[in-house]
């Protein structure tokens, strides 16, 4: 089974308005995080958030927000006002102990594309 | 947050032989990871490069056909070898801490092109 799940391979979006990324994830750990990268063109990966499992308040990177619930293990990431820069793959990753060692597991990725 | 270069870019190679990638880093970290992300695919990690020791594969990734050495605690190696046009993907180099919250940082990647 897939840990990370991200249902939409593409979004659009409009210049300056807020956009989604959804982003489900699965474990039986009590302690993981998540984090999201953003990948433009160019090929590099790009840290954005991050969220801890025991955190209780959403994280906020500037125009970046986490929208975590644990109780539906989703973590979807809210991009206010959007710009023309933010046009790249997004992808959702979790880190949890797997084998007796921390793995970071991404999922397949939502690209995203922010129209004028 | 630790800055990252990787040697080469980019190359294209042909079938049949091994290149040999390099990753930087500005400070010494503890862990530093190898990934694989194949044309329109998400990232794959295909080895924990352990300092002083063989690093450890993931399955489906063997030593043979990559090759992994970490010398130090700033600088690895990762060598693709005997390639085939299916190793065509970005590999790239990445490090951060051992517990759960740190934050895995990345290199700028090495795009590989086999003929």
């Known amino acids: 089974a897939q840990k990370i799940t991200q249902t939409q391979p593409g979004m659009f979006v409009q210049e300056k308005e807020a956009v989604t990324l959804d982003c489900t994830y699965d474990?039986?750990?009590?302690?993981?995080?998540l984090f999201w990268y953003k990948q433009p063109s160019s090929g590099e990966m790009i840290f954005l958030i991050y969220?801890?499992?025991?955190?209780?308040q959403n994280a906020t990177e500037g125009r970046y927000s986490l929208n975590f619930q644990k109780a539906r293990k989703s973590a979807n990431l809210v991009i206010s006002a959007s710009q023309l820069g933010d046009s790249a793959m997004y992808f959702c990753?979790?880190?949890?102990?797997?084998?007796?060692?921390?793995?970071?597991?991404f999922g397949k990725g939502t690209k995203l594309t922010v129209n004028p | 947050s630790a800055v990252i270069s990787q040697k080469p870019s980019r190359d294209i190679c042909q079938r049949g032989t091994s290149l040999t990638i390099q990753c930087q880093v500005d400070s010494q970290v503890t862990m530093m990871f190898w990934y694989r992300q194949q044309p329109g695919q998400s990232l794959t990690l295909i080895a924990t490069?352990?300092?002083?020791?063989?690093?450890?594969?993931e399955s489906g990734f063997v030593i043979d056909k990559f090759p992994i050495s970490r010398p130090n605690l700033t600088f690895s190696t990762l060598t693709v070898s005997n390639m085939s046009p299916e190793d065509s993907s970005i590999y790239l180099c990445?490090?951060?801490?051992?517990?759960?919250?740190?934050?895995?940082?990345f290199g700028p990647g090495t795009r590989l092109t086999v003929l």
């Open positions: 990753a979790m880190r949890e102990y797997q084998g007796g060692s921390e793995k970071l597991v």
């Open positions: 990445s490090v951060g801490g051992h517990r759960i919250g740190d934050t895995q940082y």
């Open positions: 474990t039986s750990d009590q302690s993981y995080g």
């Open positions: 969220q801890g499992s025991y955190d209780e």
């Open positions: 490069a352990n300092q002083g020791s063989e690093a450890t594969y």
